[in-house]
């Protein structure tokens, strides 16, 4: 929920994305939890990340423990060690 208590939903099924879906159906099944907040992706005073590069760049340097991105799953060993 923003500041001014107004949110922006988003709704995933199988037929819209099946691979996001599928990340959310897990995370279900994992902690009972419907629902996921999906945040803006980018490092402070960067811009917002628009392609799969910048999105690699971002994980490489962030300190992010995966990343999903297309039909792969990458995780942070330094991170999750």
Do not use: M
């Not at 939890?33 to 999105?55: G, K, M, R």
């Not at 297309?70 to 991170?79: F, M």
């Amino acid at each position: 929920v923003h500041i001014d208590d107004t949110a922006r939903p988003q709704i995933v099924n199988k037929e819209s994305n099946l691979s996001c879906y599928k990340i959310l159906e897990n995370y279900y099944n994992i902690t009972g939890t419907a629902v996921l907040i999906n945040t803006s992706f980018n490092i402070h005073e960067e811009p917002i990340v628009n392609t799969p590069d910048e999105a690699i760049k971002t994980f490489l340097e962030g300190k992010l423990d995966y990343l999903a991105i297309d039909k792969y799953l990458l995780k942070n060993e330094k991170i999750l060690k």
